[in-house]
């Protein structure tokens, strides 16, 4: 069930209400943090509805679905993030049509969206690493993340902003976000460009990953309210990014 409008404006001032608390928490601005609303599966209506609301960034996992609610909603000044995992004959739709990728783990993928890429705009970029070395979930590891990272700054049409993890759901939140900040700062150097992005948490979790340093939040429950069954693909609990 899609939630009523009503709905939505109470979860997104809820949501903006934990995020400022967990930011001042950590003696950060709750400006600093951006709110990614995760809207896959969501219909486009949806979507106009959480914009209505206040909401200025999207995230999608599926490619097909998520070409045809941009296009639905070009009239919009919404900003698109692709947070799913990549196929390497999905990257054109990716690079045509996001402003965001949060998803890059190899060195082809990026090369792929670099060359389909058009010239005009750079496509915003984060390396996905795989914090917790977790079997299940995509990334590079992170003792390969440096020279993933050598490789991708090389590359046009791309700007390089950070980092994106997704968690073992059995790790220690804290512990693992902060990793993944370490490891932001021990990549600084050999960063081109703003290096300004931790793009971690989501809707059970992130007041942990703000309390660690998230610049961007991946929130889709809190804000949607909870998908059917049916919205929900048999496989997609192990690589679920939100």
Same mark, same amino acid.
């Given at each position: 069930?899609?939630?009523?409008?009503?709905?939505?404006?109470?979860?997104?001032?809820?949501?903006?209400?934990?995020?400022? +608390?967990?930011?001042?928490?950590? /003696?950060?601005?709750?400006?600093?943090?951006?709110?990614?609303?995760?809207?896959?599966?969501?219909?486009?209506?949806?979507? %106009? *509805?959480?914009?209505? *609301?206040?909401?200025?960034?999207?995230? +999608?996992?599926?490619?097909?679905?998520?070409?045809?609610?941009?296009?639905? @909603? %070009?009239?919009?000044?919404?900003?698109?993030?692709?947070?799913?995992?990549?196929?390497?004959?999905?990257?054109?739709?990716?690079? #045509?049509?996001?402003?965001?990728?949060?998803?890059?783990?190899?060195?082809?993928?990026? #090369?792929?969206?670099?060359?389909?890429?058009? /010239?005009?705009?750079?496509?915003?970029?984060?390396?996905?690493?795989?914090? =917790? %070395?977790?079997?299940?979930?995509?990334?590079?590891?992170?003792?390969?993340? *440096? $020279?993933? @990272?050598?490789?991708?700054?090389? @590359?046009?049409?791309?700007?390089?902003?950070?980092?994106?993890?997704?968690? =073992?759901? $059995?790790? +220690?939140?804290?512990?693992?976000?902060?990793?993944?900040?370490?490891?932001? +700062?021990?990549?600084?150097? @050999?960063?081109?460009?703003?290096?300004?992005?931790?793009?971690?948490?989501?809707? =059970?979790?992130?007041?942990?990953?703000?309390?660690?340093?998230?610049?961007?939040?991946?929130?889709?429950?809190?804000?949607?309210?909870?998908?059917?069954?049916?919205?929900?693909?048999?496989?997609?609990?192990?690589?679920?990014?939100?």
């Amino acid at each position: 069930m899609n939630p009523t409008a009503d709905a939505l404006n109470a979860n997104l001032r809820a949501v903006e209400s934990t995020i400022a +608390e967990a930011a001042r928490a950590a /003696g950060r601005a709750p400006a600093d943090i951006t709110l990614i609303a995760v809207s896959k599966t969501h219909p486009a209506e949806t979507v %106009r *509805a959480a914009y209505a *609301a206040g909401c200025r960034h999207f995230g +999608e996992n599926y490619v097909d679905e998520a070409v045809q609610k941009i296009g639905a @909603l %070009r009239d919009l000044h919404a900003t698109w993030h692709y947070i799913g995992s990549i196929q390497t004959n999905k990257t054109r739709p990716i690079a #045509e049509h996001f402003d965001w990728v949060h998803t890059v783990d190899r060195a082809r993928v990026a #090369e792929r969206l670099s060359a389909q890429r058009s /010239g005009d705009r750079a496509l915003d970029i984060c390396l996905q690493v795989n914090i =917790d %070395r977790d079997p299940r979930k995509s990334g590079v590891d992170p003792d390969a993340a *440096a $020279t993933l @990272l050598t490789t991708v700054r090389a @590359l046009p049409n791309l700007r390089l902003r950070g980092l994106m993890a997704i968690l =073992d759901p $059995t790790a +220690e939140p804290l512990a693992s976000y902060r990793r993944l900040r370490d490891l932001f +700062e021990h990549l600084r150097p @050999l960063a081109p460009g703003p290096w300004d992005t931790l793009s971690m948490g989501m809707s =059970d979790d992130f007041p942990v990953a703000i309390a660690a340093g998230a610049t961007h939040i991946r929130v889709g429950t809190a804000v949607f309210g909870a998908r059917s069954r049916a919205a929900i693909g048999p496989n997609e609990a192990a690589r679920n990014l939100e």
